[in-house]
């Protein structure tokens, strides 16, 4: 298969913390990366709802970026999760290993699998073993609140964002065409 | 003069600290309107050097995602800024309240302005003047360290990015595709 990526070195970024702006930077970061024809692939765990915006857009980008949505939209219980959110999560991370592998694309961004971890939906050594295993040119972006320190220890950047303030708190809610 | 705004009510957010991801989230952010139809205007204030990639990456949007590189690539003094850098500034800020005015964009990012009033080559009370003054359904975001304390005040949403660890630190360089 023909090794498509251009990067001379992938590294592995995280992006946590409670704040809002995390999974946004890395689509933003995927964006600027198809301007220089790098290859992104997108997978986004425990999504809940289908976002439409994103998917929408990555349809503008000819080819260069790819969103996959696992998950369902009802809430996972961090205590007792459902057989089924276990299974999707699991299913997410099998994808993320395939594409990770294949070597077709620069980027991948496993979204929120942070909090798939926490949640231990997957096996969080199962993580680490793939980034290892990695083609040196595939940079690996993990996203979602709580990341597990096994990540934070692997990883070449971690960037935490922090809510100071949020509008949520005065009783706006999410709004198509910014949150989703 | 057409107004082709859609959102019900444009919010101020800010995304300030010292950690990697806040010009990408604000990438991302359009990146994600521009599948709901939304247009964006980004004006990059103190860019330096001219960064290829989202410009390239903006071509593929249908016009959806505009972006204005202001600035020139040599290092600004915060103790001693150079007449055109103050200009340069000057002039980005002007356009800024001509784009925000025309209600034509609903997201308007001021890419890197919270460091332009920090540096003092901007008036701070202009851009809160200019923010109060806007169409009530034009989004503003507004990026950079060092975020004067008004803007956080006046704003709806506020992420800060902290640098837990970061490749620099390592001898990596910035990487075309990545950072630029």
């Known amino acids: 298969m023909q090794n498509r990526s251009r990067l001379t070195k992938g590294l592995i970024q995280v992006y946590t913390g409670n704040g809002k702006g995390k999974t946004t930077s890395a689509l ?45 939209p009802d809430f996972v219980s961090k205590q007792n999760p459902e057989r089924i959110d276990i299974e999707m999560a699991q299913d997410a991370l099998r994808l993320a290993e395939k594409i990770i592998k294949s070597g077709e694309y620069d980027i991948v961004v496993l979204d929120e699998v942070n909090v798939a971890a926490d949640f231990n939906l997957i096996d969080k050594n199962e993580v680490i073993r793939i980034l290892k295993e990695r083609p040196e040119n595939v940079e690996v972006i993990l996203t979602g609140r709580y990341a597990p320190q096994e990540f934070l220890d692997i990883a070449d950047l971690v960037s935490e964002v922090r809510e100071i303030k949020h509008y949520y708190s005065k009783g706006i809610d999410a709004r198509d065409g910014i949150e989703r």
């Open 28 to 72: 933003g970061l995927c964006f600027r990366a198809a301007g220089h024809g790098l290859r992104s692939f997108i997978i986004q765990f425990m999504k809940g709802q289908i976002v439409y915006g994103e998917l929408n857009s990555a349809k503008l980008m000819n080819g260069l970026i790819t969103i996959e949505q696992m998950g369902r």
